[in-house]
Nanobody, 116 residues
Framework: QVQLVESGGGLVQAGGSLRLSCAAS????????MNWFRRAPGKEREFVAG????????SYGDSVKGRFTISRDNFKNTVFLQMNSLKPEDTAVYYC?????????WGQGTQVTVSS
């Protein structure tokens, strides 16, 4: 059974940092691109970052480029999102995701709140 469990969210002041983790199980983690998305209240879901199966290729949404870094540990089946220089507009629920066989899998999400 596929499971994605996010952690690391919380309340932080603007300019601060957080590191999110997503622990994966129930599938061959090292074979898949992993992604982070977020959804802010009243807004559409937004792509944040993605990382290839090997970690050799990454991509970022325009709003987080230069501030967020995605990484992965294929031995620990975990993907990370280091978030620096946080802004109030980064406030959202952050979700871990991967796509397999025409289906998207999602975690339960972790809340990030950035105060001004």
């Amino acid at each position: 059974q596929v499971q994605l469990v996010e952690s690391g969210g919380g309340l932080v002041q603007a300019g601060g940092s957080l590191r999110l983790s997503c622990a994966a199980s129930g599938f061959t983690f090292r074979a898949y691109t992993m992604n982070w998305f977020r959804r802010a209240p009243g807004k559409e879901r937004e792509f944040v970052a993605g990382i290839s199966w090997s970690g050799g290729s990454t991509s970022y949404g325009d709003s987080v480029k230069g501030r967020f870094t995605i990484s992965r540990d294929n031995f620990k089946n975990t993907v990370f999102l280091q978030m620096n220089s946080l802004k109030p507009e980064d406030t959202a629920v952050y979700y871990c995701n991967f796509h397999r066989s025409d289906r998207d899998y999602w975690g339960q999400g972790t809340q990030v709140t950035v105060s001004s």
